[in-house]
């Protein structure tokens, strides 16, 4: 009987510390609506705040690797019930480095590639759990002195960065820029040798998590 309660009681506590409706989300329905209708929730928030979606909603013009004409149509409706179909099912196709998205070890390096590193190998225990959310000076690329600078505390194991790339709007451009900022190498190698860092991930929603 315990946990339906509990759920109950988690509702309200949701909306009050959501800080903003899903933001990567363009079709977010309007709440306090005064008839009820039937529109999904999108919501940021969940497990009372402890788990926070901030994937990017896939849209056809958002951004592909080198490409000026952006995803394009990825998803189909080859079956639907409207037309006499059991069920709806849609069919998926786009690149696996679209929008948010993890990097496999092998797909920077050909030895890991070659061996099987595919991202069914990473650690769950890894991708999972508290993460520090730091926003990067907007003016460089992330450099050995930028990750100094930042004063990342020992024992962190997972950092979003939150770049010029947010402010920019690149993820909503259909042009693939490339001039985005990133990791340099020597960043990369002060991070590795500096801290306990095994997690790097770049946030791009505008909202403050509190
Ligand atoms: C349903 O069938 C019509 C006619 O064949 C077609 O034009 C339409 O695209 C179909 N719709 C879906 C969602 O499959
Ligand atoms: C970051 O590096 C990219 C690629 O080298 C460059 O185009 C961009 O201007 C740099 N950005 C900043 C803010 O220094
Ligand atoms: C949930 C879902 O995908 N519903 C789709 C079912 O198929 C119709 C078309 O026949 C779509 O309009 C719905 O979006």
């Known amino acids: 009987m315990a946990p339906p309660l509990l759920l109950l009681l988690l509702v309200p506590l949701v909306a009050a510390t959501a800080p903003c409706a899903h933001p990567a989300h363009p079709s977010q329905p309007a709440s306090c609506a005064a008839e009820p209708v039937l529109a999904p929730e999108r919501r940021e928030a969940h497990g ?8 990017h909603y896939y849209r056809e013009d958002m951004p592909s690797w080198e490409s000026g004409a952006g995803v394009g149509q990825f998803l ?17 196709r786009m690149p696996t480095h679209t929008g948010t998205h993890i990097d496999a070890p092998g797909h920077v390096f050909q030895h890991y590639f070659d061996a099987g590193f595919d991202v069914d190998t990473l650690d769950l225990d890894v991708l999972n759990g508290p993460a520090l959310l ?11 002195k930028t990750m100094e600078s930042l004063h990342i505390p020992k024992g962190v194991q997972r ?4 770049t010029l790339n947010t402010d920019r709007n690149l993820m909503w451009k259909k042009e693939f820029d490339t001039s985005y900022v990133g990791f340099m190498k020597d960043g ?11 997690l790097v991930g770049e946030l791009f929603v505008r909202c403050s998590f509190r």
């Open 48 to 55: 009372g705040g402890r788990i926070l979606d901030i994937t």
């Open 76 to 92: 189909w409706l080859p079956a639907s019930m409207r037309n006499g179909s059991l069920a709806n099912n849609s069919e998926m």
């Open 188 to 198: 990369a190698q002060w991070l590795v040798d500096n801290t306990d860092i095994k």
């Open 159 to 162: 950092v979003l960065f939150r």
């Open 134 to 144: 730091v926003d990067v000076p907007r003016d460089e690329n992330i450099t050995a």
